[in-house]
Every structure is written in structure tokens, then in C-alpha cells.
């Protein structure tokens, strides 16, 4: 017995009620990378929104320089964390010809780790219009457009229309 206790007591008594103080580096290390990296992120994220916002006032403004009319009501951004989500309401692109495209609302969204690949929808239809033959409505389950590799010279766009239907307005052909 008494050769147990002299053992406890040297050897294991005092690793017991010793107090260790661990470091806490690895629970609060993770937590502060995580948010660093949403910290970033975001940062990327609004510098993303932004560059949406002042390119479409640039396309705006080149368009109306080549003698179109791009017309809306105030763009908003949103779509954080994932996506740069851009809506238009009451968008009308007029041609010099006088041809026009119509969306009562206009979405378009690019993933936000690839902003060179644009897709966009009018959950509401589109209003064609031809100078002298009068207006077009077109609807359908899905109208989509698609646009990739935008930064190169020629880029990639694509048209969708699923079961669409034309129907004239009042005073068409």
C-alpha cells in the first residue's frame, strides 16, 4: 500500500491539481479566418456591384453616342453573397431604325467568381416593336438570354425562348 501511495503522490498527485493554462490559438484561430475570408469576400462582392453599376452607365452613355436609347427605371444591384443580380424595371432599347425591345422588369445575374458570364430573363414578357407595323408582345415560359466570355472580342450570346407567343397589339400587323 504504501509503496501505491509514494508513487501517487510523487508522479501523478502533482500532473493533477497542477494548473495548466492551454493556448486558445487553435479555437479562436478558425473563427477568425472564417471571418476574414467573409470579410474579403464582401469587399470583392461590392466592388463587383459597383463595376455593374458604372458599366451600365458607360453602355448607356456609348449607346446613346452610337445613336440608341437605352431607357429605365433606376437599376438596382443586389444578389450578396453568391451572385451580381442586376433588375431593370421599364427597360426599352430603342434603334436607331426605330425598332424597339420592351421588358416591363429585366433581371440578369453572373456568379460573383465569374463576371464574365451573364444570364438574363424578362419573367414578364417583352414588347417588340416595328416603325410603322406597330407593337409585338411576346411571353412564354421562359425567355432567357445568355452572355459569356464578354471580355473577348467576340463573345458568346445566346437567345432561349421556350413555347413563346407572339400576339400583335391593337393596331398591328
Not at 29 to 41: K, Q, R, S, V
Given at each position: 500500500?504504501?509503496?501505491?501511495?509514494?508513487?501517487?503522490?510523487?508522479?501523478?498527485?502533482?500532473?493533477?491539481?497542477?494548473?495548466?493554462?492551454?493556448?486558445?490559438?487553435?479555437?479562436?484561430?478558425?473563427?477568425?479566418?472564417?471571418?476574414?475570408?467573409?470579410?474579403?469576400?464582401?469587399?470583392?462582392?461590392?466592388?463587383?456591384?459597383?463595376?455593374?453599376?458604372?458599366?451600365?452607365?458607360?453602355?448607356?452613355?456609348?449607346?446613346?453616342?452610337?445613336?440608341?436609347?437605352?431607357?429605365?427605371?433606376?437599376?438596382?444591384?443586389?444578389?450578396?453573397?453568391?451572385?451580381?443580380?442586376?433588375?431593370?424595371?421599364?427597360?426599352?432599347?430603342?434603334?436607331?431604325?426605330?425598332?424597339?425591345?420592351?421588358?416591363?422588369?429585366?433581371?440578369?445575374?453572373?456568379?460573383?467568381?465569374?463576371?464574365?458570364?451573364?444570364?438574363?430573363?424578362?419573367?414578364?414578357?417583352?414588347?417588340?416593336?416595328?416603325?410603322?407595323?406597330?407593337?409585338?408582345?411576346?411571353?412564354g415560359q421562359a425567355l432567357r438570354f445568355s452572355a459569356s466570355r464578354i471580355d473577348q472580342p467576340f463573345p458568346d450570346l445566346r437567345l432561349q425562348?421556350?413555347?413563346?407567343?407572339?400576339?400583335?397589339?391593337?393596331?398591328?400587323?
Amino acid at each position: 500500500f504504501w509503496t501505491v501511495w509514494t508513487v501517487w503522490t510523487l508522479f501523478f498527485w502533482p500532473l493533477m491539481t497542477a494548473s495548466a493554462r492551454y493556448s486558445r490559438k487553435g479555437l479562436y484561430l478558425p473563427f477568425l479566418l472564417a471571418g476574414l475570408a467573409l470579410l474579403a469576400w464582401t469587399g470583392w462582392w461590392f466592388v463587383l456591384a459597383h463595376q455593374v453599376e458604372t458599366r451600365l452607365a458607360a453602355q448607356k452613355q456609348a449607346l446613346a453616342e452610337a445613336g440608341w436609347t437605352l431607357d429605365h427605371a433606376p437599376a438596382s444591384v443586389g444578389g450578396w453573397p453568391f451572385r451580381a443580380r442586376l433588375e431593370l424595371r421599364d427597360a426599352g432599347l430603342r434603334a436607331p431604325s426605330g425598332h424597339m425591345l420592351a421588358a416591363p422588369r429585366f433581371l440578369a445575374e453572373a456568379s460573383a467568381w465569374a463576371p464574365f458570364t451573364w444570364v438574363g430573363f424578362a419573367p414578364d414578357g417583352l414588347v417588340l416593336e416595328r416603325p410603322g407595323k406597330g407593337r409585338v408582345r411576346l411571353t412564354g415560359q421562359a425567355l432567357r438570354f445568355s452572355a459569356s466570355r464578354i471580355d473577348q472580342p467576340f463573345p458568346d450570346l445566346r437567345l432561349q425562348l421556350h413555347e413563346p407567343v407572339f400576339a400583335a397589339e391593337a393596331g398591328a400587323e
